[in-house]
T-cell receptor, first 115, second 110 residues
Framework: GAVVSQHPSRVICKSGTSVKIECRSLDFQATTMFWYRQFPKQSLMLMATSNEGSKATYEQGVEKDKFLINHASLTLSTLTVTSAHPEDSSFYIC???????????FGQGTRLTVV | AQRVTQPEKLLSVFKGAPVELKCNYSYSGSPELFWYVQYSRQRLQLLLRHISRESIKGFTADLNKGETSFHLKKPFAQEEDSAMYYCALSGRNENTPLVFGKGTRLSVIA
């Protein structure tokens, strides 16, 4: 149990376009999901905490208008990178917490390349 | 502010040798501590959490509140233990963020 699926696993987009990444908890309900960004050979940087039915809480320095997060159901959160630029190229990872628990389970990540 | 510090970027040990991956934290309150592992080309996996007090794949970690540490230990390293290990911290409320240290790459040499 506790499987988190992230889609797509890889995406290449043109500069100026928007990209949506989905994060689904397949076999459990997740009130809280997290979005991270990971640069090569570096740790996970928390971008935002996504709570079902409410606005996401963004970490300092993360532009909420650029990284739109929607958590419309207990099994799905989406991250939309708007007007993407090459500097947004990165590995984006989501994680989900089973409702009432504190350990998190991770998606396989999405490699975004903006050309 | 909550912070997780893993002082070693890389730790190399010989097969069969003991392993200790260090983790120190700062948090105002009662945190929950976790160790996650990432094997090559795989997603992050939960290895263990301090409140479970269990041993997974031979690894254990004890929360030392006095030293604010949660070091990961294994008495005899195996080659398959080679991976990236991340220490992480969260508040006890499910809405509090899960924050990671920078990670330590463990390399077990045959």
């Amino acid at each position: 149990g506790a499987v988190v699926s992230q889609h797509p696993s890889r995406v290449i987009c043109k500069s100026g376009t928007s990209v949506k990444i989905e994060c689904r908890s397949l076999d459990f309900q997740a009130t809280t999901m997290f979005w991270y960004r990971q640069f090569p050979k570096q740790s996970l940087m928390l971008m935002a905490t996504s709570n079902e039915g409410s606005k996401a809480t963004y970490e300092q320095g993360v532009e909420k208008d650029k990284f739109l997060i929607n958590h419309a159901s207990l099994t799905l959160s989406t991250l939309t990178v708007t007007s993407a630029h090459p500097e947004d190229s990165s590995f984006y990872i989501c994680s989900a917490r089973r409702t009432g628990r504190t350990e998190a389970f991770f998606g396989q990540g999405t490699r975004l390349t903006v050309v | 502010a909550q912070r997780v510090t893993q002082p070693e970027k890389l730790l190399s040990v010989f097969k069969g040798a003991p392993v200790e991956l260090k983790c120190n934290y700062s948090y105002s309150g009662s945190p929950e501590l976790f160790w996650y592992v990432q094997y090559s080309r795989q997603r992050l996996q939960l290895l263990l959490r301090h409140i479970s007090r269990e041993s997974i794949k031979g690894f254990t970690a004890d929360l030392n509140k006095g030293e604010t540490s949660f070091h990961l230990k294994k008495p005899f390293a195996q080659e398959e233990d080679s991976a990236m290990y991340y220490c992480a911290l969260s508040g006890r409320n499910e809405n509090t963020p899960l924050v990671f240290g920078k990670g330590t790459r463990l390399s077990v040499i045959a």
